[in-house]
């Protein structure tokens, strides 16, 4: 499986931006799709994923309320729709897939299979 993300880029503190991952391969036994980012000097955190499993969204706390996630099927690709955005929100967005997590059975961040390149969103003035 293979994970291309676009979309990131320089945005003013209250603007949007959305993030799309497109999934090739072998697709068929993703069951968890999201996002995770990690901010400079910081650790990989979740922020949203889609769970097969359960048929849900989960989101962090931080973006709940702000952050969208959605996905086309037909297009195998999974997308993140950010408003309000806050310095806070800047840092690398990695799209992941696969493997156990996003599921209150597995956990909801734990490691993915699969990961994308990382698309750059930085929020400032």
């Known amino acids: 499986v293979q994970l291309q993300a676009s979309g990131g880029g320089l945005v003013q503190p209250g603007g949007s931006l959305r993030l799309s991952c497109a999934a090739t391969?072998?697709?068929?036994?993703?069951?968890?799709i999201g996002w995770f980012r990690q901010a400079p000097d910081d650790g990989r955190e979740g922020v949203s994923c889609?769970?097969?499993?359960?048929?849900?969204?989960y989101s962090a706390d931080s973006v709940k309320g702000r952050f969208t996630i959605s996905r086309d099927d037909a297009k195998n690709t999974v997308y993140l729709q950010m408003s309000g955005l806050k310095p806070e929100d800047t840092g690398v967005y990695y799209c992941?897939?696969?493997?156990?997590?996003?599921?209150?059975?597995?956990?909801?961040?734990?490691?993915?299979?699969?990961w994308g390149q990382g698309t750059l969103v930085t929020v400032s003035s």
């Open positions: 992941a897939a696969g493997g156990r997590w996003c599921s209150t059975y597995y956990g909801i961040w734990s490691t993915p299979n699969y």
């Open positions: 391969g072998d697709t068929r036994k993703i069951y968890a």
């Open positions: 889609y769970s097969g499993w359960e048929r849900t969204t």
